[in-house]
């Protein structure tokens, strides 16, 4: 842990002020530690991705070009940054798989979600190590047209096998599972 302490120093003198959030830290105390599980959270504005363990917050940019890795590590979700992960076309297929293999292609293809008028959150389902993706249409009485039935999509993935590639531009959010075990 003093490794990751001693990191995440290092990243606050490096890190820009004005494009990253700081890193919020909760000090620990002996008398109330707990063991929660992770969780993962986009800022309001869907340009960050928060990761959320044990009363620590960590940001990752998703405008990089790279985007950040969503996966588990045991039984717990994570996220880094990307440093290039590799093009659909380099993903390779778990041996065996050749009558499936079109199936698992297009099971890895990428996801593009809109961040005009709409919202997203994650769930993640440690039993299955399954990340769902919820998004809804922003509800404003205000707005004369505004939709009457607001619509709510959920997007699921399997971190079990895949890592979930997460990068934004523009107005979109790109997600790409990338295989990496079978």
Known sequence: MALLDDLL???KLKAKKDTLPSIQEKPNSLKFVTNMLNSISFSTDMRFLYIIDNGRAFTFDLESKTGVLIGTLGNQ???VTALEAPDLEDTPLPDGEQGASANRIAAL???KITTVNKHWTTVFNQDKLALSVVGATDIDLGIANAPSNPVC???AFDLKSNLLQVRKTGTTIELT???IRG
């Open 177 to 179: 599972p990338k295989f």
């Open 153 to 155: 999509e959920v997007l």
């Open 109 to 111: 293809k990428p996801v």
């Open 9 to 11: 120093s290092f990243l």
């Open 77 to 79: 979700i994570t996220a």
